[in-house]
């Protein structure tokens, strides 16, 4: 490619409406995310339906906003790049089918992105010196996984949770600890005031790769309900540091082994999780320790946006990976999809 290459990026797969604007594939000129939180914070969770019909209202006023703010007209999109999966399959419709009007209207090509790949490249927004290969460990709302990332499109995955995702664990505690969702940042808080040693929850034992968190999430809850059914007072900032402990420990020791084995002399974290700063720190020191070199996205680009998926979309446009316009969502996308 011999230009400046304008790619728009359209991230609708759960409960963020986001378009961007990305130059190169590394340079962000824009940044739109309008957030449902607020909206689906009285139902405790995302409610599906709410969200994909938030999301066809807020679509268009967000990639408008997009292009405003990159100080661009539509005619100078070069490419789009949509979420395609995986992800809450009405709310992936929306953005999908945007894609495709623009991509149709404009004459451009159109790019299918997938969101996971897409949380791993938010690092190469983040950091310009970045290249593969590396050890990527991504943790979000839906997915736990280690990747062994050997180039630009090949993403072997070594291991994935076999029960709940770290995030759905975090959000799961803090609901029943009567904090608003989503619960991690909220947990992440609450930790600091908290004694990371004062309970000793069971850690995940799983053999190779696979994360598990559905057993340490079921000892959290039931030492809360035992000690309110004896009437003890709780600490709750003991609780959330003691469990993110627990969960910090298994996701950075995985990585670290992985990463070790594999060779490989750089640690990549991604995902909504990634904004965990206990998880930053501890992943960080070990690297530190050990020698490898540790990157994470800065904060806004750690949970959904669609600048990360403007920049995979940058990527797969360089080895001709573009989608046909009768693309379509797939919720149960892997990583290696
Ligand atoms: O990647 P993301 O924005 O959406 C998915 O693709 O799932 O991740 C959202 C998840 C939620 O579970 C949220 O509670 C969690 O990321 N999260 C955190 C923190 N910030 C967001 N978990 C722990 N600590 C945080 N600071
Ligand atoms: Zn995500």
């Not at 190169?24 to 995310?33: E, Y």
């Not at 969101?115 to 991504?138: C, K, R, T, V, Y």
């Not at 598990?212 to 999430?217: C, E, N, R, T, V």
Request: negative net charge; glycine residues 8%; hydrophobic residues 45%.
């Amino acid at each position: 490619m011999d230009k400046n290459i304008i790619t728009l990026g359209i991230e609708t797969s759960c409960d963020e409406t986001a378009a961007a604007i990305v130059l190169n594939g590394r340079t962000i000129l824009s940044n739109v995310i309008s957030t449902q939180i607020p909206l689906h914070r009285k139902f405790g969770g995302v409610v599906p339906e709410i969200a994909s019909r938030r999301h066809i209202v807020n679509i268009m006023p967000v990639i408008d906003q997009a292009i405003c703010d990159a100080q661009l007209g539509l005619a100078d999109i070069d490419q789009i790049a949509v979420t395609h999966g995986p992800g809450l399959v009405g709310a992936l419709l929306v953005g999908v089918a945007a894609a495709k009007t623009l991509a149709f209207a404009l004459d451009r090509p159109l790019i299918a992105v997938n969101h996971l790949q897409g949380h791993i490249f938010a690092n190469f927004l983040s950091h310009p010196d970045l290249e593969p290969p590396f050890m990527a460990l991504i943790v979000s709302g839906g997915h736990t996984a280690l990747i062994d990332m050997k180039s630009y499109n090949d993403f072997e995955l070594l291991g994935q949770t076999r029960d709940d995702a770290a995030g759905e664990a975090f959000d799961k505690i803090a609901r029943v600890m009567g904090l608003p969702y989503p619960g991690g940042p909220q947990i992440d808080k609450l930790a600091r005031e908290g004694n990371p040693n004062a309970i000793d929850f069971p850690k995940p034992k799983v053999d190779d790769y696979d994360f598990s968190f559905s057993g340490l999430k079921s000892a959290v809850l039931n030492y809360l309900n035992s000690a309110q059914m004896r009437g003890e007072t709780i600490n709750n900032a003991d609780v959330a540091a003691s469990f993110q402990r627990t969960v910090v420990d298994s996701l950075t020791d995985k990585t670290i082994d992985a990463a070790k084995r594999s060779g490989l002399r750089s640690i990549v974290l991604a995902g909504g999780v990634a904004a965990n700063s206990a998880l930053e720190s501890k992943l960080r020191a070990e690297c530190e320790r050990r020698g490898f070199k540790f990157y994470y996205p800065s904060k806004i680009l750690c949970t959904d946006n669609a600048a990360m998926i403007a920049c995979r979309g940058y990527y797969q446009s360089l080895v001709n990976d573009f989608a046909d316009h009768d693309l379509n969502a797939y919720p149960a996308l892997t990583i290696q999809a």
